[in-house]
């Protein structure tokens, strides 16, 4: 087996390309040890690795962050904890349905319209160009002129995503959507 790696926009994050699927659908991120040994074998495994504190799931790729040591230290053991547990055919995820969730949602019942429109620019526009940095961006809500959004896998610390918020999301958004003022991160 052969995985690539990447680096991301974030030199706190590495992404992982196994070539094969990690999640069917959705995305996943793990920000401690406990929630990985509930929710993903995959995640519980890159976590015990000293020196990772966040483990994030996309399509075909796994982002994993660090503190403290060099990736040229922490690279073979996540590279052998991911074939490890691929050779294994162990699932990714403990059951079913355990793709994490970004939260709720908050906006005025008239803004749907906006907001729908919003979410489609998202995701046909930021969220592809964002997981091939290995992260992930989503809607968190829209409240007086502002979009909020939460920022995972590479995105979340990345010393760029200031910039990519306020230069790209926020100029793409005020372009297609004048009502948005301003985007923020949650």
């Given amino acids: 087996m052969f995985i690539q790696t990447e680096v991301t926009p974030n030199p706190a994050t590495l992404k992982f390309l196994p070539g094969r699927v990690v ?3 959705g995305t996943a991120e793990f920000l401690s040890p406990d929630d990985a040994a509930e929710r993903s074998p995959l995640a519980a495994r890159l976590m015990a690795v000293p020196g990772v504190t966040a483990v994030f799931f996309g399509y075909d790729f796994v982002t994993v962050s660090k503190d403290g040591p060099e990736w040229q230290h922490l690279k073979p053991a996540i590279l052998a904890g991911l074939m490890e547990h691929f050779m294994s055919d162990q699932p990714t995820m403990a059951q079913a349905g355990a793709v994490s969730d970004s939260g709720e949602e908050f906006f005025e019942e008239g803004d749907a319209a906006l907001v729908t429109t919003i979410k489609e620019l998202l995701d046909t526009r930021v969220r592809p160009a964002v997981a091939q940095d290995g992260g992930d961006i989503t809607f968190r809500g829209f409240r007086e002129g502002t ?21 790209g999301i926020q100029n793409l958004l005020r372009h297609f959507v004048p009502e948005v003022e301003s985007v923020e991160a949650i």
């Avoid at 979009?147 to 230069?167: D, E, F, I, Q």
């Fill in 23 to 25: 999640l069917e659908e």
């Fill in 147 to 167: 979009v909020y959004l939460n920022m995972r896998g590479s995105c979340a610390g990345c010393p760029s995503s200031t910039a990519t918020l306020k230069h």
